[in-house]
C-alpha cells in the first residue's frame, strides 16, 4: 500500500454525502423526467432503484450509479414522455445546476492538501458529467488540486470499463498499480480491478454496504477521511 501515488476518486457517495446531497436531486430529476405527473415521478424513481418513502437508493442501482444516459433511456422505457436524447440533455443540466447544492463528506480543500502534501496525483472519475464535476470541484476549492478529471462524457469510457482509470495514469504518468479506486458502489471499484489498480477502497458514505463491497474492495472505509490512517498510518 505504501507504493501508492495516485489517487482516483468517484464523486458522489465518495467525496459527498450521498443522501444528504443527492436525494431531493433525483426527485427532481424523476419529475423532470415525469414532465410533472408526481404519480409518473414516483414509479420512476422505484425503477431507478429509489425507495420514495425514504428516498434511500438502493446499491448499485440505476440512481447510485449510473451515467446520465443510462438513467435517460430506462426512464424513456420506463413511460418518460421524453426521447432519451433530450431527457439526457436536460438531466445533465439539471445536475450541473445542482453542482453547488450538494454535500460533501469532510472539508475536501483541507484533505486534499494533505494529500498533495504527500506527493499524491489525486483525480475524479465520475459517472456525472465533467461539466457538473468541474462545478462541484470549483465550489469545494479542490479543483486546482486536481490532476484529472473524467465524467462519463469525457470519452474515456464508462464505469465500470477501465477507460478513465487509464486516462488517469497517462495523464499523472502514473501506472496502474501505483493508483488506488476509491468508491462507493461496486462499478467504481470493478473499474479499478478491471484497470489493475494496486488497490481498491469502498466508501460506506454512499448507497453501498460493506458486503455489496468486500467482494471487490481490498479495503472497506467508513470515509475517505480514513484513507491517510489506513495506507500511512497517520491520520
Not at 408526481?38 to 447510485?64: F, H, K
Not at 462524457?153 to 464505469?159: A, L, T
Not at 448507497?207 to 479495503?219: I, K, N, Y
Request: hydrophobic share 50%.
Amino acid at each position: 500500500m505504501t507504493d501508492i501515488r495516485g489517487l482516483l476518486f468517484d464523486k458522489d457517495g465518495t467525496l459527498l454525502d450521498y443522501a444528504a446531497s443527492w436525494a431531493p436531486i433525483n426527485r427532481r430529476a424523476a419529475l423532470l423526467a415525469a414532465g410533472g405527473d408526481l404519480a409518473l415521478a414516483e414509479r420512476l424513481l422505484v425503477q431507478a432503484g429509489v425507495d420514495p418513502a425514504t428516498d434511500l437508493a438502493a446499491a448499485d442501482s440505476l440512481l447510485a450509479a449510473a451515467n446520465t444516459a443510462e438513467i435517460a433511456a430506462a426512464w424513456a422505457r420506463g413511460g418518460s414522455p421524453f426521447a432519451a436524447d433530450r431527457l439526457t440533455r436536460d438531466l445533465d443540466a439539471l445536475f450541473h445546476s445542482s453542482a453547488t447544492s450538494v454535500v460533501p463528506v469532510t472539508d475536501l480543500a483541507a484533505l486534499f492538501r494533505g494529500y498533495k502534501a504527500r506527493g499524491l496525483k489525486l483525480g475524479i472519475a465520475s459517472s456525472d458529467n465533467a461539466a457538473s464535476i468541474g462545478a462541484t470541484a470549483r465550489h469545494f476549492g479542490i479543483d486546482g488540486m486536481l490532476d484529472f478529471i473524467a465524467g462519463y462524457d469525457s470519452g474515456h469510457g464508462v464505469k465500470p470499463e477501465p477507460g478513465m482509470v487509464e486516462a488517469f495514469c497517462r495523464a499523472t504518468g502514473l501506472t496502474a498499480a501505483q493508483v488506488a479506486m476509491v468508491g462507493d458502489n461496486t462499478h467504481d471499484l470493478a473499474m479499478g480491478r478491471a484497470a489493475g489498480v494496486g488497490l481498491t477502497i469502498g466508501v460506506l458514505t454512499g448507497t453501498g454496504s460493506r458486503d455489496t463491497l468486500r467482494p471487490l474492495a481490498d479495503l472497506c472505509l467508513p470515509s475517505i477521511v480514513d484513507i491517510e490512517a489506513a495506507l500511512w498510518g497517520a491520520g
